[in-house]
DNA sequence: AAAAGATACCCAACTTGCTTATGTATATAA
DNA sequence: TTATATACATAAGCAAGTTGGGTATCTTTT
């Protein structure tokens, strides 16, 4: 991530939320897709991603297939049956933890607005 | 704090924020005042907060004044000028990081909507 | 009366999840 | 030919938590 240390424990929901609606992708592109969705405000290190992915895939929510293209190495990564139930968990915990941010830290917020 | 690694980097905003809306107040104080607040969801532990308030005094941002109430010690903290300053640049990074964060999850998101 | 829990502070060992820096390799643009 | 983009990876170090301990007073429960 680029200059924020904020909310720590979000990349491995980000990684997988993007993964359920793209199917299949590579790091590389993860990093990519971040940039462009927050237009460049969001910035994954591959020195976080890489580890993330690959601890995700010990986990057993990832699985990976290797492929050639133009004399370059992808690695793609996709959702298990588990990596699958595992998005919804971490959705909902994140959600429900950014309501509670917004209720300690903004006292006339309520659900429905930002 | 409960059972969410979310918080890390977003304590020392909740401090600076309930202290900006207080105007004075301490430690245990802190605690419950984020407890009441996320009806007990979110868990500030003692082991967290102690730390981050004497690095935020240390900085500058907090003063401290302590009281004698019932026989027991209470440290109270308030916000310095600089701290003041503090507040709103922590505020707008963490709604910044939020609303990335929808934009990332969240593909209908517009912000106006939770 | 004793034990448990709430109030109120503190510290230290440890863990986690990043950053920063580095390495490899190919292709393209300046 | 140097820098930038694509594409993977690892490792040292750091910051911010958790966990578990300690001290002390007051109130509630058994």
Redesign the interface.
Known sequence: MSN???????LQ??IL??LE?NDKMYGYEITQR?KE??EG??KITEGALYPALHKLEAEGMLTTEIQQVDNRVRKYYSLTKNGHKEVSAK?S??Q??????Q???D?EWK????
Chains 1, 2 share one sequence.
Do not use: D
């Not at 924020?4 to 979000?10: D, E, P």
């Not at 429900?96 to 941010?101: A, E, K």
């Not at 659900?111 to 930002?114: A, K, N, S, T």
């Open positions: 924020n240390n904020l909310i720590k424990g979000s929901t980000i939320k993007l609606e971040v969705l927050t405000e969001i959705m915990e994140l429900s933890f950014v309501g509670n941010l209720r300690i830290l006292p659900p429905g607005l930002v």
